[in-house]
């Protein structure tokens, strides 16, 4: 398992962004657990999710929502993701591609509860905006990353099975990128890799702290 652990760091290490930045948190964090982090860099509404986080890990999905929608707002037509410890990912806006044009992409036996939820539902709203997916991967794995914080085991299993097949979905966005003049592909591909490794270092730790299931 800790040889497992130090292949994933060395994998995440060679990850780097031409595009990374840095963002001051809004409020000074009491400690440096996984929740308090995202949160401290969120905007002042979060706080309703914060105050009585019965479930942490979707407190920390969707206070990592706040803080994408925050790092947009403050980067106007870019889309930002939070990384982590004050620093996020800027990526430009794909142009003429869809959430309906990656919908009908996916083969009819991927076709999930996700599916219908972010890919088809979602249009309604965020049609034009394909790295809405990302959006929503990147806050699953926030909320991996608290699980794994506070040993919630079988919190962790649900947000790492959705993320894994939001990590499909980006790679069919990434198949319609390909070959096209989107000037951040690369970039977007590494992020989906950034994802990927962190998912499994998040899962490394969680079973690697404990082998008791919990659900607090």
């Known amino acids: 398992m800790k040889t497992f652990a130090y292949f994933i760091l060395i994998l995440s290490a060679n990850i780097g962004f031409s595009e990374e930045i840095s963002i001051n948190p809004k409020r000074t964090p009491s400690h440096n657990g996984a929740l308090e982090d995202i949160w401290c860099h ?96 990147n806050s699953y794995t926030a909320g991996c990353r608290v699980a794994a914080d506070y040993k919630l085991t079988e919190r962790f299993d649900s947000s790492y099975n959705s993320a894994t097949k939001l990590i499909y979905f980006m790679e069919v966005v990434l198949d319609k990128l390909n070959g096209t003049d989107y000037t951040d592909y690369e970039e977007l591909k590494n992020a989906v890799e950034w994802h990927k490794i962190k998912l499994e270092e998040y899962r490394s730790t969680i079973y690697a702290k404990s082998s008791k299931r919990s659900d607090k």
Not at 49 to 67: A, F, I, K, L, T
Not at 78 to 104: M, N, S
Request: include cysteine; charge should be positive.
């Open 42 to 137: 969120a905007p002042q509404e979060t706080l309703r999710y914060y105050q009585n986080p019965r479930d942490r890990v979707n407190c920390g999905h969707e206070c990592n929502h706040s803080v994408n929608a925050r790092i947009r707002n403050e980067n106007l037509g870019k889309a930002g993701f939070y990384l982590g410890y004050g620093k996020a990912l800027l990526l430009a806006k794909p142009k003429g591609l869809t959430l309906r044009d990656v919908a009908r992409s996916v083969p009819n036996n991927q076709r999930c509860h996700l599916y219908s939820l972010y890919l088809v539902k979602s249009q309604a709203e965020w049609n034009d905006h394909p790295l809405f997916i990302l959006d929503e991967l």
